[in-house]
């Protein structure tokens, strides 16, 4: 496969845009995958995100216990409260995953790839935590 590019009329920028292209098509193909079991992943890593809607309100998660695959899991998040809410995925202290701000009637997607284990759900925007706006998830 050849290509000719003309860098004095495609600029810098669109020679940059060639070679990404370039290096990203062998992933296009089959074959092994990146991760994969060598890390101890799931299968399901592979394929589509597991769903899970989650209605944020003021100050709730519903629901507020979650059970999911590990692996891709996509979180859709509506807002269904007064004032915007944010959902965020702890180990313990620490935030591993958030989404952004959620505005009141908005929706949000936050997509994680989830390895077994207890993660604690919660509102990381002023006092919601404390409030109410928590939970719990569990990757069995």
């Known amino acids: 496969m050849s290509f000719k590019f003309n860098v ?7 020679l940059l845009g060639l ?7 062998p992933a296009c193909g089959g074959g092994s995958s990146v991760g994969g079991a060598d890390k101890g992943q799931s299968g399901a890593a ?3 995100a597991q769903e899970v809607r989650v209605a944020m309100g003021d100050f709730y998660y ?4 979650i ?19 944010r959902f965020s995925i702890k180990v313990g202290n620490s935030v591993i995953a958030t989404s952004n701000n959620v505005g009141a009637g908005r929706e ?21 935590e404390a409030r109410g ?8």
């Open 133 to 140: 706006s928590v939970g719990k998830l569990t990757i069995p």
């Open 62 to 65: 519903d629901p507020g216990n």
């Open 67 to 85: 059970t999911a695959k590990s692996g891709k899991v996509r979180f859709v998040l509506t807002n269904v409260g007064a004032t915007a809410h």
């Open 46 to 48: 592979a394929g589509p």
């Open 19 to 25: 070679v990404a292209l370039l290096l990203a098509l």
């Open 108 to 128: 949000a997607v936050l997509e994680v790839d989830l390895q077994p284990g207890a993660y604690v759900l919660g509102c990381t925007l002023g006092d919601h």
């Open 8 to 14: 004095k009329k495609q600029g810098v920028a669109g």
